[in-house]
């Protein structure tokens, strides 16, 4: 029995922290565009390459809370997969429904980091993925980012909720959802305990935005009339957002020093789920989304922040002065 199943790609990314470039605009303001001069070498601090990919990264931070997890996905059988599955056993993910593709390579991407920003270059691949015949009982299921070839396995998910109707669902589409397969995505936001979105994805789904609706709350119940019983938004260093139809509750990030943002939103949602799997309410499960993100900024890597339970703690401990708020 599981606690929490992630479905969702597995992806190596390569860090590469460069040093020389120019952003037209200023960091606060978006869009912005980081110019790297053509045809020439630009100057890099570091490099390096880790585990990815938002199903990992929540199944990894969810089990250093103390979750019992393993992932549906799938790699290929190649330098890439091996290590992918090594990492993932090395945190102590269950790795056996982690499908071998022997004419297909891993996905991957290379992670540009600037300023504490990240621009992310992203390999994505038809992929064929396996719904498992013995499929593990679980009390979660976390729906994340897949790529081309995917309805498969959500018409497979689909089928079995309906046969399992204690899981609870947690859908967070990835990008790939997001911009070919809308219709989808919106879809299954009925089926939904829990829809965790950024700002932006809320907009791309509602087809809106914050300047139209004016405010956060707006754009929260938009999502929840779509069917959702609990609705999640996050926005970078404004916090986030949680609620139902009766109620909201807002609360801000903590003043930790950023290194970079790869991983951060994971990271929150590991924290978010593993505490709503534990049986706190809201409020408290964003401070765990709250914590576990600082934790993850103040490292390069979507992992290398991730904390343990004892750490999260300690973290909640530090900035006990910053709670969550309610919203009317």
């Given at each position: 029995m599981y606690n929490l199943i992630t479905i969702g790609d597995i992806v190596i990314d390569t860090h590469v922290q460069i040093d020389n470039a120019s952003l037209e605009c200023q960091l606060k303001n978006k869009p912005c565009?980081?110019?790297l001069d053509y045809a020439d070498?630009?100057?890099?601090?570091?490099?390096?390459?880790?585990?990815?990919?938002n199903a990992a990264n929540v199944a990894v931070g969810a089990t250093k809370l103390g979750l019992k997890t393993t992932i549906f996905s799938s790699v290929g059988n190649d330098s890439n997969g091996q290590l992918a599955i090594s990492e993932l056993n090395k945190y102590g993910v269950n790795t056996e429904y982690v499908y071998l593709e022997n004419d297909n390579q891993t996905r991957y991407s290379i992670v540009l980091t600037f300023k504490g920003e990240r621009t992310?270059?992203?390999?994505?691949?038809?992929?064929?993925y396996i719904w498992p015949e013995q499929t593990p009982a679980t009390d979660w299921v976390y729906y994340t980012g897949l790529s081309a070839g995917f309805k498969k396995i959500h018409v497979d998910l689909t089928a079995w909720l309906k046969k399992h109707?204690?899981?609870?669902?947690?859908v967070n589409p990835g990008s790939y959802q997001l911009k070919y397969h809308l219709d989808v995505v919106r879809s299954c936001i009925d089926k939904a305990d829990i829809?965790?979105?950024?700002l932006q994805e809320a907009e791309r789904i509602l087809n809106t935005s914050l300047k139209k609706e004016k405010t956060v709350n707006a754009l929260l119940h938009g999502l929840l009339n779509l069917g959702a019983g609990e609705v999640v938004i996050t926005d970078g260093e404004k916090?986030?957002?949680t609620g139902s139809l009766e109620e909201i509750w807002?609360?801000?990030?903590?003043?930790?020093?950023?290194?970079?943002k790869t991983g951060a939103g994971d990271a929150f949602s590991s924290g978010y789920i593993t505490a709503r799997c534990l049986g706190y309410n809201r409020p408290q499960a964003l401070r765990w989304g709250i914590a576990n993100s600082c934790g993850v900024i103040t490292k390069v890597g979507a992992q290398n922040g991730l904390l343990t339970k004892d750490e999260l703690q300690k973290m909640l401990e530090k900035y006990a002065n910053i709670k969550p708020l309610p919203m009317s």
């Open positions: 565009q980081l110019c070498k630009i100057p890099i601090t570091d490099s390096f390459q880790s585990l990815g990919g992310i270059l992203s390999f994505h691949k038809k992929r064929k109707p204690t899981v609870r669902l947690a829809l965790m979105v950024n916090g986030a957002w807002q609360m801000g990030s903590f003043p930790v020093t950023v290194v970079a």
